[in-house]
């Protein structure tokens, strides 16, 4: 069964950095990618990168998060730098199958605070 799992999250001050991981199991991927979502709020897109490597950025954020994948390993990654307060979200990992199946990890909490 197809499976998502993530890592990395937790708590940063503001202009720091972190990188969230996440493995994907039980197939191969054609897009993999990241969203967050604050609570009240709708998921929003962050990142996603193809097998290729063609990369989609949220537009507000291409300057200070980039993404990253090894295929190989079926891993995608997200490196965040110089965090700001407004960051804080649950990040969730994206991707979907060779055969079309969207899948979503459970998420991974990125708190930004002093």
């Known amino acids: 069964q197809e499976q998502l799992v993530e890592s990395g999250g937790g708590l940063v001050q503001p202009g720091g950095s972190l990188r969230l991981s996440c493995v994907g199991k039980?197939?191969?991927?054609?897009?993999m990618g990241w969203y967050r979502q604050v609570p009240g709020k709708e998921r929003e897109l962050v990142a996603t990168v193809t097998r290729g490597g063609t990369t989609n950025y949220a537009d507000s954020l291409t300057d200070r998060f980039t993404i990253s994948r090894i295929n190989a390993e079926n891993t995608v990654y997200l490196q965040m730098n110089s965090l700001k307060a407004e960051d804080t979200a649950v990040y969730y990992c994206n991707a979907q199958t060779v055969n079309y199946k969207n899948i979503w990890g459970r998420g991974t909490l990125v708190t930004v605070s002093s």
């Open positions: 039980g197939s191969i991927f054609s897009y």
